[in-house]
């Protein structure tokens, strides 16, 4: 891995994915469990003025993640993550799909399949999410409703809160988990 910043953002409709990779100027360590502790996932996951809020969270083989997207005027999307495969440090799948707030998937909806790798070179860590989308339909939708944007932003909601929780690194305690 090259020391530059990588940011990269690709959708490839014909195999019905979207590819994202990002590097990030922290340890693997420490962007390892902004991605799989709840409470630092839902200080980054949502783009502002969003938020997301964790319900119940089993980081786990067979385990799953129920959160919401939470609006300025109180409304919530649901959100489900199926985890599939962990490997520690290294990589972690999740079928991600819509839901309500017990967890109940629509049958009727489709959803992704998202693989999370982690590397580190010198102190930064490259993040790349191979997300697949089960129709062209799903992916379209997903394209059309901001994606993109909204998930870009949310990986600069990560950038600001590894930087702070490096700058808080020497002092850690319970303020470490604290929104930013």
Known sequence: MTQGKIDNFVVDKDNLAVKVERSFDAPLDLVWSAWTEADLLDQWWAPKPWKAETKSMDFSEGGRRLYAMVGTQGERHWGLWNFSKI??????????????????????????????????????????????????????????????????????????????????????????????
């Open 87 to 180: 490997t520690p440090r290294t990589s972690f799948t999740y079928r991600s799909l819509f839901c309500d707030e017990n967890g109940n998937v629509n049958p009727a909806t489709t959803g992704s399949t998202w693989v999370n790798s982690f590397s580190e070179s010198k102190g930064i860590t490259l993040v790349t999410n191979d997300i697949r989308c089960d129709s062209i339909a799903h992916l379209e939708a997903q394209i059309k409703m901001g994606f993109k944007e909204g998930y870009s932003m949310g990986l600069g909601n990560l950038e600001e809160l590894l930087a702070h929780l490096r700058k808080t690194a020497l002092a850690p305690g319970p303020d470490l988990l604290k929104q930013y």
